[in-house]
């Protein structure tokens, strides 16, 4: 008997155009003799069932299901394709599983630690995992610039806490540009984070369960035609990605390792997605991402099909893990 497949994606947060492209891709790729897929739209003001017609069926938040035609709808297992709020930071986590739905992104307490960026350098420091120097700021705090640049120096990058797709993202060269990315990054939250620079390669590193074992997938490098990798390089094609990366053995391994650890400190399950810059030889950890780009153009799939995983396969695979 075919699985009811929910892939919920939209979100509240301005990665939400993207979700919907990666969400899409999921729909289109499920394999249609093992599951019913449903698309399901996340929004602020409407959480909807979208069918092949482009008509809306609300959702029963009481138990996540739809009506349609008089028929209850209920859901085998979420496949969650939501960048940011509220499907990467927690949140949808925690109500599908006080609904008890299994769902394909890692535990509440993992995605809730993992998109704070401060939280979660903060407990994979004592373990060894090298990261940049950083400060950090509240919303209100009281800014001391030169204090800033004393602990981090220039240039350095200023962050929103909890956003991705390098939304609230800024690369300060002067003293006087650090006001405006405080501004910047506070637009997309009330916490920053502002980290020194790395003059490295930077590389991103998936991380996924497949088949009941933590596997690291084939290692891509990041040259951005932009200062940095920004969205305009993310999703413009303003840069360069190049999988496998171009690095020695020692650095292959080294990142192995170290990527394969973090996803094992935190316990997760499911996809991952980090980026870390080589200093003097030493891969330094920037961030993780549990709810990665999704399409065929993105880095997470471009290493999967590299590692010999189809799309179908990299996504059969999540259901099934959670499922058996």
């Known amino acids: 008997m075919k699985k009811n497949i929910a892939i919920i994606m ?22 249609t003799e093992k599951y019913n897929a449903y698309r399901i739209h996340i929004f602020k003001d409407k959480w909807v069932y979208v069918d092949t017609n482009d008509n809306e069926h609300a959702v029963d938040k009481n138990d996540f299901s739809v009506e349609v035609n008089g028929s209850k709808i ?26 008890g739905i299994p769902h394909t992104s890692c535990a509440m307490y993992q995605s809730s630690v993992t998109f704070n960026k401060r939280d979660c350098l903060s407990i994979l420091k004592p373990y060894g995992i090298k990261t940049a120097e950083s400060y950090y700021l509240n919303l209100g705090d009281k800014i001391n610039e030169q204090a800033i640049i004393d602990k981090v120096g220039l240039p350095c990058f200023v962050k929103a806490n909890k ?12 003293k006087e540009e650090l006001q405006n990315a405080i501004d910047v990054a506070f637009k997309e939250d009330d916490e920053i984070i502002i980290e020194s ?16 074992e933590t596997k690291v997938l084939p290692i891509t490098e990041i040259v951005s035609e932009n200062d940095f990798f920004d969205y305009e390089a993310k999703y413009l094609g303003k840069s360069q990605e190049i999988t496998p990366a171009r690095l020695s053995k020692e650095q292959e391994e080294k990142v192995n390792i170290v990527a394969k650890k973090v996803y094992e400190i935190l316990k997760m399950t499911g996809f991952s997605r980090s980026e870390y810059i080589f200093k003097d030889g030493e891969p330094h950890l920037l961030e993780m991402n549990t709810i990665p780009g999704l399409t065929k153009e993105s880095i997470l799939p471009q290493q999967a099909v590299a590692a010999g995983i189809s799309l179908e396969d990299l996504f059969d695979n999540a259901i099934e893990e959670v499922l058996k």
Do not use: R, W
């Open 10 to 31: 939209g979100g509240y947060s301005s990665e939400y155009q993207i979700s919907l492209t990666s969400g899409n891709v999921v729909f289109e790729t499920l394999n």
């Open 74 to 99: 209920t859901f085998d297992c979420v496949f969650n394709a939501i960048h940011g709020a509220p499907g990467e930071n927690g949140y949808m986590q925690a109500y599908l599983e006080l609904l």
């Open 163 to 174: 956003a991705g797709s390098s939304f609230g993202v800024s690369k300060v060269h002067k």
């Open 197 to 212: 620079f790395l003059d490295g390669t930077e590389v991103s590193v998936g991380v996924i369960t497949y088949k009941g």
